[in-house]
């Protein structure tokens, strides 16, 4: 199967006594859009961990477009095109927010390391007016001068998404996107995903908010307790039983 | 590709060196205005602004600094024996010198981040300064320190006729006013190379390192080369910074590769500003100034600056200023240290700014309600 | 056989002070989350409350005596420390005594230094970031000892251990070791002391409650502030048992290395090397690593080694870090995490 973007083969994880995933598989297909539900504490975090190499498996192998990533550095997993969006806001609060969202572009353009001490930053009018029309997508553009410590958390969350998207990943992992954005901002991040969708980027979503999962995925794992207990397009996980029991079923979050 | 990537940055530059090369006009009122004094602004100002590029922009806390200042020293004291009088191989030698052994210094230093490197390069320089004074005696002259001896063999010298015995520029002598304009001129160089190196792509992946190191990783960055060359330029500049004191006075000793001399280099950058780029100029100027000023005084000079007082009055205050004053100017260094990083952790710059935006405020005071709005959520 | 039982003791006596200053610093690292660069000031201090206790007790009265003439001819002039002239025997005592005596000094002066230093500036420095923390530490290391260089000089100045401990212990004799194996009386009872200090430190954290939760801040800082405990007033008692370690430290190593102002800051890059090799954060670690970094120092000190490898004694310690660190990145008993970033 040459059109799978990731895939995740057997992979075993504890900490401790505590097995956080057993025995996962999962397989994302060029293009589409992958979301990962189960309840709080089910692993979402760990495989996603695991993913990008930020945590070595026990067992098993996570391959990316044919390459094995696991137990590589985290910048080169970055460069094989493997873009992650933090949950809790990780951004450089010492910078601008259009220098926050320049520096991944210089990362996509100039590789992992480059000597440019001779350029200067205002000669490089694409990348600045690229940051800007991210800016502008997730609408921060009226925000671009500012530092990123006098931002709020949701406007965080946007910032963090526009400088996912500048990198123009081959695979975009998005750790709860939304959380702590009002409902406006959900949808306006809505609407952001399903249009970087149609560009053909492959997207993984953790997601809570089922409004967001069921408006953007094509397929959907169910995690539970570090297993995938259901996996399929979004309306065979809403009508599926064991699905409905270990998670929809209980409260509605 | 032209010099200036703005006209506003070429101005900054044109006003820098125009302030720099002035420096006898108007520090001749607060009495630096000499040569030796000027010289040592401008050699420490290069100290300070290397220095910057590691702590300021990169945020690795080097407390071994002194070590590349001192090899340089001894670098350019050996280019002077060996080859020639001339300050410029003698201050190209000493900023390789000091660039080669920061690489080294640097693969097992930045290893570790955080205090871990501090601690490393503290003890790096702590080793570099015992090794002085024993294994590396024929390189350093432990004790009585590298100097110049008619009967060194200055090949180049030799082979041009050139002769002299203090170093010169073609002629010109290194220890007056001609050191100062040659030292000014380094120092404008070397402020406008960290100016471009603040304002390129380099340096702002230099500043996002500083920032949030493990976002610049997840970001596709490879951290370990960027401290790596930072480490190695504030090394040359260092080094560069010791060659220069060389020049102008061609002695080295292993008192520079003092943990002291580190301390003093860190104190500057903070005092000024860390991470601003005239703030470490700033924060060594007022150093070696208040130096010049305060180790100057012993008690007999005390109890004539007081001596208008009554005798009493006069013997409380020589009694109560002496400790900090001669001798004691590392206490006072000292306290100064403390009450900026307790108090003003941004430097005089930050201060400076602070200043200002109070003023604008209050010039602004009506529109104040409604600025207030935008309350940062954090 | 006798030379390495000599080395392995000297070794040891180094050991002992590096240990018990890494073992207050790396306290004050696991607890408070502070880098204490004054930390080697402390242990200067305490040295210098022993020169301290020894002039004032040994601060004297000159008398004429008229019956007795000097080789001038002129009335003999008797010295007499005071204490003796009040207190009789018990001065003379006080007198001989007074290296371990001062330790009834150091202890509350550590004390209250300890307390001032937490309450006055450390606290107010738990939330900035390390390097500040390295950077005020530093300032006051440097005040402290520029206090102590104001009042002292900058010679170093001797301290006489009691005349009884001046000899030395035939060691072979008593223990049956080696053939003629002779190590200073106060060298031994330094030794003693130290490790009796570190046993103290360590029942005291391993078997009190109070200790129980100092282990658990050093755990997990966090968690303990969350269970209601007032960490605060804990962290001023964990500082002030550093600052007393430290004291007790210089007190009794002022006998062995006559005490100037640099001191504090001659052990303190050794003693940062041996939590660094011992793993920031471990008490284990540190008292271990000092110990050993103690005894490599001592045979690299060897002039049969000195001779192959000139000045090895000096840089020893940074190599031996230097390839820890390289291998094992958290030290010999580092925990994952701490103080790292």
């Keep these: 199967m040459s059109n799978m973007v990731l895939d995740v083969s057997d992979v075993d994880k504890s900490f401790g006594g505590l097995r956080a995933l057993s025995n996962i598989n999962l397989r994302i297909k060029e293009g589409t859009t992958h979301a990962i539900i189960g309840p709080n504490g089910a692993g979402k975090s760990t495989l996603l961990n695991v993913c990008i190499g930020q945590l070595a498996p026990d067992r098993g192998a996570v391959v990316f477009n044919g390459d094995v990533i696991t137990g590589r550095q985290p910048h080169e997993i970055n460069q094989m095109g493997v873009v992650r969006v933090f949950q809790t806001p990780a951004i450089f609060p010492d910078l601008t927010v259009i220098q926050n969202v320049m520096i991944p572009a210089f990362s996509r353009r100039d590789g992992a390391f480059k000597l440019n001490m001779l350029q200067s930053v205002d000669e490089q009018r694409e990348i600045r007016e690229e940051a800007e029309h991210w800016l502008e997508d997730v609408g921060l553009l009226s925000h671009k001068d500012q530092f990123v410590g006098s931002l709020s958390r949701g406007d965080k969350r946007r910032l963090e998404l526009a400088m996912g998207l500048i990198q123009d990943p081959r695979l975009l992992l998005l750790d709860e996107p939304t959380a702590g954005m009002s409902r406006h901002d959900t949808n306006t991040t809505i609407e952001l995903l399903k249009k970087i969708k149609m560009r053909g980027m492959t997207e993984v979503i953790i997601e809570h908010d089922m409004h967001v999962v069921f408006s953007v995925a094509d397929r959907i794992s169910v995690l539970a307790q570090g297993q995938i207990i259901a996996e399929g397009t979004p309306e065979e996980i809403r009508g599926n039983p064991k699905v409905q029991e270990a998670y929809l079923g209980g409260k509605q979050e | 590709m032209t010099l200036f990537k703005s006209r506003k940055d070429l101005l900054y530059l044109a006003i820098f060196a125009l302030v720099i090369f002035a420096m006898p006009l108007w520090l001749k009122p607060f009495g630096a205005g000499y040569p030796d004094l000027m010289q040592r602004f401008a050699i420490f100002g290069v100290f300070a602004i290397g220095f910057n590029i590691l702590f300021g922009m990169t945020g690795y806390l080097s407390f071994g600094h002194a070590a590349f200042l001192g090899a340089g020293s001894y670098a350019a004291v050996w280019s002077f024996k060996l080859l020639s009088l001339n300050p410029v191989p003698a201050l190209l030698f000493a900023t390789l010198v000091g660039g080669v052994f920061a690489a080294l210094v640097g693969v097992v230093s930045l290893r570790r981040s955080g205090i871990y490197f501090s601690i490393l390069t503290l003890a790096f320089a702590q080793m570099s300064y015992s090794l002085a004074y024993s294994v590396l005696m024929p390189i350093t002259h432990g004790d009585s320190g590298l100097q110049l001896a008619s009967s060194d063999p200055r090949v180049l010298d030799r082979l041009f006729g050139a002769d002299g015995t203090l170093p010169n520029l073609f002629g010109f002598s290194m220890h007056g006013m001609y050191g100062f304009y040659f030292c000014a001129l380094i120092l404008i160089g070397c402020f406008y190379f960290s100016m471009r190196l603040d304002r390129s792509p380099f340096g702002m992946a230099l500043r996002a390192l500083k920032s949030n190191q493990t976002r610049m990783s997840y970001t596709g960055f490879n951290t370990k080369p960027y401290a790596r060359t930072a480490f190695i330029i504030s090394g040359m500049y260092a080094g560069l910074a010791g060659g220069m004191l060389a020049v102008t006075d061609p002695l080295a000793g292993a008192e520079r590769m003092q943990w002291t001399a580190s301390g003093e280099v860190v104190l500057m950058t903070i005092l000024g500003g860390a991470g601003t780029l005239l703030g470490p100029l700033i924060g060594a100027v007022i150093i070696k100034y208040f130096e010049n000023i305060f180790s100057a005084f012993h008690p007999g000079r005390l109890y004539e600056t007081f001596s208008f007082l009554p005798e009493g009055v006069q013997n409380f205050f020589v009694t109560i200023i002496s400790p900090f004053v001669g001798e004691g100017w590392h206490l006072t260094l000292g306290i100064m240290f403390m009450l900026i990083v307790i108090f003003l952790p941004g430097g005089i710059m930050e201060g400076g700014k602070r200043i200002a935006s109070a003023l604008r405020n209050r010039r602004a005071s009506g529109r104040h309600l409604q600025s207030r709005q935008f309350e940062p959520a954090e | ?341």
Excluded at chain 3, 27 to 41: D, K, M, P, R, S
């Design chain 3, 1 to 341: 056989m006798d030379w390495l039982i000599l080395q392995f003791l000297n070794g040891l006596d180094k050991g002992g002070a590096y240990a018990l200053i890494a073992l207050g610093l790396t306290l004050v690292f696991g607890t408070l989350g502070v880098v204490n660069f004054a930390h080697g000031a402390l242990f200067m201090i305490g040295a210098f409350c022993a020169v301290v206790f020894s002039r004032l007790v040994r601060l004297e009265t000159v008398t004429v005596d008229p019956e007795r003439l000097s080789p001038w001819g002129t009335p003999l002039e008797v010295r007499t420390p005071m204490v003796e002239v009040w207190l009789g025997d018990f001065g003379t005592f006080l007198v001989q005594y007074s290296v371990p005596l001062s330790i009834l000094l150091a202890i509350p002066v550590m004390l209250l230094i300890g307390w001032v230093m937490e309450r006055g500036l450390i606290r107010h420095f738990y939330k900035r970031t390390h390097a500040e923390q390295i950077l005020v530490t530093f300032g006051l290391a440097i005040v402290l000892q520029e206090i102590i260089k104001a009042f002292f000089g900058a010679n170093a100045i001797p301290v006489y251990a009691p005349e009884a401990f001046s000899s030395s212990l035939n060691l072979s004799e008593t223990l049956g070791i080696g053939t003629s194996v002779f190590y200073p009386w106060w060298r031994l009872i330094y030794l003693a002391s130290a490790l009796l200090i570190i046993g103290l430190v360590i029942a005291f954290l391993q078997f009190t409650t109070y200790g129980m939760v100092i282990r658990a801040g050093m755990e997990d800082r966090q968690t303990v502030g969350f269970l209601g405990i007032n960490i605060q007033k804990r962290f001023t008692v964990v500082f002030g048992i550093a600052a007393v370690v430290a004291g007790v430290a210089g007190v009794l190593y002022a006998p062995i290395v006559s005490p100037n102002y640099h001191l504090g800051m001659d052990f303190l890059v050794l003693s940062f090397v041996v939590v660094v090799v011992g793993g920031m954060g471990s008490i284990p670690g540190a008292v271990f690593a000092g110990f050993l970094l103690g005894i490599v120092e001592s045979f690299a000190s060897m002039a049969a080694v000195t001779r192959v490898l000139p000045a090895i004694d000096q840089v020893i310690l940074y190599v031996v870090a230097i390839i820890v660190l390289l291998t094992l990145p958290r030290g010999l008993m580092g925990r994952k995490g701490v103080m790292e970033g």
